[in-house]
């Protein structure tokens, strides 16, 4: 797989990936950290500075589960400064995002409302 390739020229050690199945993580020398059932951006921020995680991954797979995160397939300005977009693989469309740890947690009350 290209994208665990790229990610794992990249990660350093003890790190880890939200990731709805653990295949992306392993393959990545990555811990996972399941991908929670969370109906906000906000929620998934704060589960993701709870979890300690360093990066999420986000796809056309995850939106089906989780359309209420679809802004995740699209960076932008609008997102939280939290999600920083690492790489993205168009086909299918898959996110993987670095998380600004300093930032997690401060704008968890704007982010829930």
Do not use: C
């Not at 390739?5 to 020398?29: Q, T, Y």
């Not at 209420?68 to 977009?85: G, Q, T, V, Y």
């Not at 469309?93 to 998380?99: F, G, P």
């Amino acid at each position: 797989m290209e994208i665990s390739k790229f990610m794992r020229e990249r990660v350093g050690l003890n790190e880890s990936i939200i990731a709805r199945k653990p295949h992306i993580g392993f393959l990545s020398n990555l811990e996972t950290k399941y991908f929670p059932m969370v109906k906000t951006l906000g929620e998934l921020l704060e589960f993701a500075a709870n979890e300690d995680a360093d990066y999420l991954i986000y796809g056309e797979m995850e939106s089906e589960r989780r359309s209420e995160l679809r802004a995740l397939l699209h960076p932008n300005d609008e997102l939280p400064k939290e999600l920083e977009p690492f790489y993205i693989w168009e086909n299918p469309r898959t996110v993987i995002y670095k998380l600004r740890k300093y930032d997690l947690g401060q704008n968890l009350s704007q982010q829930q409302q």
